[in-house]
Each structure stands twice: as structure tokens, then as C-alpha cells.
T-cell receptor, first 110, second 115 residues
Framework: RKEVEQDPGPFNVPEGATVAFNCTYS??????FFWYRQDCRKEPKLLMS???SGNEDGRFTAQLNRASQYISLLIRDSKLSDSATYLC???????????FGGGTRLMVKP | DGGITQSPKYLFRKEGQNVTLSCEQN?????MYWYRQDPGQGLRLIYY???????QKGDIAEGYSVSREKKESFPLTVTSAQKNPTAFYLC??????????????FGDGTRLSIL
């Protein structure tokens, strides 16, 4: 079982739609969680950290469910520019390492 | 501006040749990492270093070597033993000592291909 698992997608949605991605992690000791965005042939860039109480940044909302060991990312009012691969990340090895999921591909269509 | 610089952006390797990818950071981060990404795939950890003069193997270290003589620099050598080196290589750094919610920062990558 992979430490961090994501549905690879692709998720094809129309502009303006709301889309949600889930990600599960296997290490119950994980404390830090992040969502990264990766555009085609580019490096991953930090989208947002995920806090225990949930957090929002504009159209993006991240949630953490420790009991079920999953984190989620909600994107409201999708834009064409949101098309990318979204990587879920959890720390491991007593916080020394970050483990990346395989990514979920989002395609927003006009 | 603080950041991570990888060079070159594109690199071609001949059969039997060793090549070295450069990664320099001025973020004053202790930890540095090398990942490999194949088309349509996730990131796989090659090597990481938590502090100068120390480094550890990741999940796919065979055919690669690293050094960490300076805090700012973490070069990766792709040796001739790596039979399938064509991939996108990403270097990252992180401040590991303030563990809580410390993300990794990435360089913009090196694309390596076989001639």
C-alpha cells in the first residue's frame, strides 16, 4: 500500500464547477499536510498547507480528517487556469520527510 | 530573491557516460532532496540530505550518487549504471527543524535524455 494515495483522474469539469479531490495517507503519525500544484512539464508549487481545523484560500478549501486519515481539496468556481495536476503530501519519518501522492489531474473545459 | 537553482535545464547523456546535475539553494535550508519524475507519474525520491556531509538513500538510489559538501549545494550524478536515466529530475529543499508545516521548495528541474 502506498503511503499517500490519490485518484489519478483525470477529472474533467466545466468552467465554474466545484470539484473535490480526496487523498488518503497510511502513516497515522503524520502531522504536516500540503497540497501542491504541478503544471505540465513544470516543477510542483505549493498551493496550500492543510491545518487540523481546515483552511480556506480564496476558491480553495482544504480539510483534514485524522480519524479516517484523509485530506481533501475543494475548488469552487473552477477556472481554465486551474487545469493542472494536484499533489497531496504528508510528512513521515518523524517529520523528516515529505511523501508525495501520485497526483490527481484536473482538466477544466470551457 | 531566495530560491533553488537547477542546471542545466536540459541534458543529454551518451551511453556509458556519467553526468552531474547541479542544485544550489540560498534559502539557508538544511535539508535537500532529489526526485525523479517519469511522464505521467508521481515523484520518486532518489537521495536526501538532512545536513552537510550526510545523505541517505531514497527509494530509487541505484545508479545515482550525491555529495553534500556545502549547505547550499547538493549535486546529483547519474552514473552509467543507471540504465534508464531519461526523466525529469527535481531538486527540493526544506527547513526540517521547524517540523510543523514546513513545505518543500522546488527548483525548476532538469530534463535528462539519452543520446
Amino acid at each position: 500500500r502506498k503511503e499517500v494515495e490519490q485518484d489519478p483522474g483525470p477529472f474533467n469539469v466545466p468552467e465554474g464547477a466545484t470539484v473535490a479531490f480526496n487523498c488518503t495517507y497510511s502513516n497515522s503519525a503524520s502531522q504536516s499536510f500540503f497540497w501542491y500544484r504541478q503544471d505540465c512539464r513544470k516543477e510542483p508549487k505549493l498551493l496550500m498547507s492543510v491545518y487540523s481545523s481546515g483552511n480556506e484560500d480564496g476558491r480553495f478549501t482544504a480539510q483534514l480528517n485524522r480519524a479516517s486519515q484523509y485530506i481533501s481539496l475543494l475548488i469552487r468556481d473552477s477556472k481554465l487556469s486551474d487545469s493542472a495536476t494536484y499533489l497531496c503530501v504528508a510528512d513521515s519519518n518523524a517529520g523528516n520527510m515529505l511523501t508525495f501522492g501520485g497526483g490527481t489531474r484536473l482538466m477544466v473545459k470551457p | 530573491d531566495g530560491g533553488i537553482t537547477q542546471s542545466p535545464k536540459y541534458l543529454f547523456r551518451k551511453e556509458g557516460q556519467n553526468v552531474t546535475l547541479s542544485c544550489e539553494q540560498n534559502l539557508n535550508h538544511d535539508a535537500m532532496y532529489w526526485y525523479r519524475q517519469d511522464p505521467g507519474q508521481g515523484l520518486r525520491l532518489i537521495y536526501y540530505s538532512q545536513i552537510v556531509n550526510d545523505f541517505q538513500k531514497g527509494d530509487i538510489a541505484e545508479g545515482y550518487s550525491v555529495s553534500r559538501e556545502k549547505k547550499e549545494s547538493f549535486p546529483l550524478t547519474v552514473t552509467s549504471a543507471q540504465k534508464n536515466p531519461t526523466a525529469f529530475y527535481l531538486c527540493a529543499s526544506r527547513d526540517p527543524w521547524g517540523y510543523s508545516n514546513q513545505p518543500q521548495h522546488f527548483g525548476d528541474g532538469t530534463r535528462l535524455s539519452i543520446l
